[in-house]
């Protein structure tokens, strides 16, 4: 029995297995293999594409879904721990995927659970699900995972999907620019993890500058939602910003990704742009989460 809770789960040959069952699901999405089995999708914190789009992977693979997304409709309102629900969750279901606000939580999930269970992102920790799906989105689009540049610009101390996908891509010679404001930048433990491992990075301040030797633009929302003071995200709300005019002599290999949702940190001029990749990234969800579920039922 294995669980995805941290993309450091999986290494570099089991990623390379979920990227060949996503392009084999691609080309043949309805694959009724699990049809005797049930999946419970439990989300504590709000999500569109995620929950979607594992719902969906759910179906596409015969399997049947149950699930709760709306706490004041299960017994955690009443007072239940996170415990006790996941012993219950886990009586009901082959596997649990799991969305939840705090650092860790998955992780304590996957310790009580008698199935395997995927993080769908806890807290400003993890998203590894993002990660693979943005892996399977850069290796369709680069047609390679080595030796690209990677730009990552926003909020790089709060973002779980920048976390998961430095670390990922550590397995492929990667360069990063990582572009945030000062209170944003990313966190000392993730610097520590590409020193260790020589990985070359720079830090800015601004955008410009930081597009033109680009293969990979990852553009990040700043994530309200962790900010114990709502003055300090007013502060920092509106510095990172793209739009069309921005794009001007980059490379012809250029995609901008943005694990979405996005608020204004990507004008819509840019969504007609040849760039833009961000939607067909989203929709790439589907098949990576196919391959995601049926690599951790095989074990
Ligand atoms: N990328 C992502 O996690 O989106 P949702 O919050 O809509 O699931």
Redesign the pocket.
């Known amino acids: 029995m294995k669980s995805l809770i941290s993309i450091n789960d999986f290494n570099k040959e089991e990623m390379m297995q979920v990227l060949d069952l996503a392009r084999k699901y691609e080309a043949e999405p309805n694959c009724p293999i699990f049809s005797d089995k049930v999946i419970a999708c439990i989300f504590f914190e709000?999500?569109?594409?995620?929950?979607l789009s594992f719902e969906t992977a759910v179906s596409r693979l015969g399997a049947r879904v149950i699930g709760f997304s709306s706490l004041p409709a299960t017994s955690i309102a009443k007072g239940e721990s996170l415990k006790d629900t996941i012993k219950m969750v886990s009586n009901y279901a082959d596997m649990i995927v799991m969305?939840h606000p705090l650092d860790g939580a998955a992780r304590y999930a996957s310790e009580i659970a008698g199935c395997p269970v995927i993080n769908?992102?806890d807290g400003a920790n993890q998203?590894p699900t993002?990660t693979l799906l943005d892996m399977y989105s850069i290796w369709k689009t680069q047609g390679t995972l080595e030796n690209l540049s990677i730009t990552m610009v926003g909020d790089l101390k709060y973002g779980r999907?920048v976390h998961s996908l430095l670390q990922a891509m550590s397995h492929f010679n990667p360069r990063f620019r990582f572009v945030s404001c000062p209170e944003l930048e990313i966190p000392w433990e993730y610097e520590h993890f590409l020193d260790s491992r020589n990985i070359p990075y720079s830090q800015h301040n601004v955008l410009e500058g930081q597009i033109q030797d680009a293969d990979i633009l990852y553009m990040t929302r700043i994530q309200q939602e962790r900010f114990q003071d709502p003055m300090e995200f007013e502060k920092v709300r509106n510095l990172m910003s793209l739009d069309a005019s921005m794009l001007t002599d980059t490379k012809p290999n250029l995609k901008i990704l943005h694990?979405?949702?996005r608020v204004n940190e990507i004008a819509t001029d840019v969504d007609e742009r040849p760039e833009a990749y961000y939607f067909d990234q989203?929709r790439n969800g589907v098949f990576t989460r196919m391959g995601i579920i049926t690599y951790l039922m095989n074990q």
């Open positions: 709000p999500s569109t594409r995620t929950k969305r769908a992102g998203h993002q999907t694990p979405l949702p989203a």
